[in-house]
Each structure stands twice: as structure tokens, then as C-alpha cells.
């Protein structure tokens, strides 16, 4: 079965610095999103991506983050200045279609801020 | 602002007991609402998908219902075994393109 795939499994980055997370959806798929799971707590929706361009975004998705299909395949996740509390696990997921359908999710990234 | 809540938090049973897992939420205009499992360090894998217009789905030994006006789902799971031990989490979809989600209820499966 077709998986969403997410690289690297673990990020460990100083405060302060850029960081890209990278998504491969599955191939039909045109719905992208970013979730992340903060350890603990609820897994939060960040933003979605539609026809190469953000169709919504949480109010967690502040001027640091940004996203972008740069090349057709991957999706990508921008942290420009990280904080210590953006230590989280960040989910890729698509859906086929429409927002309505359901969502795949990737295994996800850990990203350690130290 | 919709909330999801997942009761209970955490359940412990016998191998080869049916169980219910609870989710309510507080706003009922959903389009859809999805049940996941998710494995220690692991990614959200979709059980099952019940758009709002539908009362139940079933996959195998899972059955979701859904209650959109009492803004209640359950999810029941016959004949459980070791490996149905993971954290189940139910997430909701509105207006909104992202999913709203529950906690989850962490669930061991004794063999």
C-alpha cells in the first residue's frame, strides 16, 4: 500500500537555526498538511497546501514556518528560527482528492531542540 | 472552537474481551469524523472514516458509530488481542481543512 514517507526520522538542531522537514506524498494524492504532536499532548494541525498554495493554516503557523513544493514531489516543512519549543513530533498527511477524505499520515519527524 | 474528548484516557483488559472506546466533541457540524492508531513512535495509521451523513463503518473486527447531533462516536473492537495494544485517537473534521483530534485512549491488551 502506498505510504507517506518523511525524512530524516530525527532532527536534533541548536535553538536559533533553520530547520526543513520533508515529505514525499503518496503519488495521486494532491491534499497536503502538517500536524505536529508535542510529547503528551493532542496532535495539532498547523496547515494544509492545495494547487501549490497554503489553503489554511492554524494560528501555531506564525511567520517562522513556512511551506513549499519545490520540486513536483516533496513537501516541505520551514522552521526559519527554531525555539525551544518547537521540540515536537511534526506528521506529514495527504488525502487523494478532497479535504473530506481521509487522511494518511507519515511516520513522522522528531525534532529535538536543544 | 471545537474540543474532542477521549474517555477513558487509559484501559487495561484480557485478551479476547470486546471493548468501546468513547470520543465526544463539541461542535456537531463535522463533515467527517476519523478513528487512527498510533504505535509508540510511530506515524497515525487510519482505522476507519465516517462521514457525517453515515451512522456506522466496520473493518474487520472494528466498528465505529457516529451520534453527529449527541456529538458522540465509538469505536468497538471485538475479540481483542496483543497486538490491537496502541493509543487510539479520534480527530474530527469541520469547516476547517485540518482535523481536530482527541487525546487518545492508551490501550493495553493483556495476553
Known amino acids: 500500500e502506498p505510504e507517506v514517507t518523511q525524512t530524516p526520522s530525527h532532527q536534533v538542531t541548536q535553538m536559533g537555526q533553520e530547520v526543513i522537514l520533508r515529505c514525499v506524498p503518496i503519488s495521486n494524492h494532491l491534499y497536503f498538511y502538517w500536524y505536529r504532536q508535542i510529547l503528551g499532548q493532542k496532535v495539532e494541525f498547523l496547515v494544509s497546501?492545495?494547487?501549490?498554495?497554503?489553503?489554511?493554516k492554524s494560528e501555531i503557523f506564525d511567520d517562522q514556518f513556512s511551506v513549499e513544493r519545490p520540486d513536483g514531489s516533496n513537501f516541505t516543512l520551514k522552521i526559519r528560527s527554531t525555539k525551544l519549543e518547537d521540540s515536537a513530533m511534526y506528521f506529514c498527511a495527504t488525502t487523494r482528492q478532497d479535504s473530506n477524505q481521509p487522511q494518511h499520515f507519515g511516520d513522522g519527524t522528531r525534532l529535538s531542540i536543544l | 472552537k471545537q474540543e474532542v474528548t477521549q474517555i477513558p484516557a487509559a484501559l487495561s483488559v484480557p485478551e479476547g474481551e470486546n471493548l468501546v472506546l468513547n470520543c465526544s466533541f463539541t461542535?456537531?457540524?463535522?463533515?467527517?469524523l476519523q478513528w487512527f492508531r498510533q504505535d509508540p513512535g510511530k506515524g497515525l495509521t487510519s482505522l476507519l472514516l465516517?462521514?457525517?451523513?453515515?451512522r456506522e463503518q466496520t473493518s474487520g473486527r472494528l466498528n465505529a458509530s457516529l451520534d453527529k447531533s449527541s456529538g458522540r462516536s465509538t469505536l468497538y473492537i471485538a475479540a481483542s488481542q496483543p497486538g490491537d495494544s496502541a493509543t487510539y485517537l479520534c480527530a474530527v473534521k469541520g469547516g476547517a481543512d485540518g482535523l481536530t483530534f482527541g487525546k487518545g485512549t492508551h490501550l493495553i491488551i493483556q495476553p
Open positions: 461542535d456537531s457540524a463535522i463533515y467527517n
Open positions: 497546501f492545495y494547487n501549490n498554495e497554503i489553503s489554511e
Open positions: 465516517i462521514q457525517s451523513s453515515q
